[in-house]
């Protein structure tokens, strides 16, 4: 069974940071291309950081440089460090593992909130 666990979200002041964390089980992590989507309600999921499957970092636009992703196959894990998160940052952060056998899998989703 494909589990993904995020963690590290919260509240936290425009300008300041938070670094998610992804737990990955149930899949072999070397296979699968992971990545960080965002979701706000009322409107679609968003793509804000992902590896190609050439394991390239691709980001969102809206990131602007503020983000970085990475990942330790040794822990299964991949993070996404996020520096002077605004307002319109905040929304579920969902991370992704993907195959085009098996398509895309997401954790529960952890929220982040950025507000004075």
């Known amino acids: 069974q494909v589990q993904l666990v995020e963690s590290g979200g919260g509240l936290v002041q425009p300008g300041g940071s938070l670094r998610l964390s992804c737990k990955a089980s149930?899949?072999?992590?070397?296979?699968?291309?992971m990545g960080w989507y965002r979701q706000t309600p009322g409107n679609q999921r968003e793509m804000v950081a992902r590896?190609?499957?050439?394991?390239?970092?691709r980001y969102a636009d809206f990131v602007k440089g503020r983000f970085t992703i990475s990942k330790e196959p040794a822990e299964n894990s991949t993070y996404l460090q996020m520096h002077n998160l605004e307002p319109e940052d905040t929304a579920v952060y969902y991370c992704?593992?993907?195959?085009?056998?098996?398509?895309?899998?997401y954790g529960q989703g952890t929220q982040v909130t950025v507000s004075s």
């Open positions: 992704n593992a993907y195959r085009a056998v098996d398509g895309d899998y």
């Open positions: 149930g899949i072999l992590f070397s296979l699968y291309s």
């Open positions: 590896y190609t499957s050439a394991g390239r970092a």
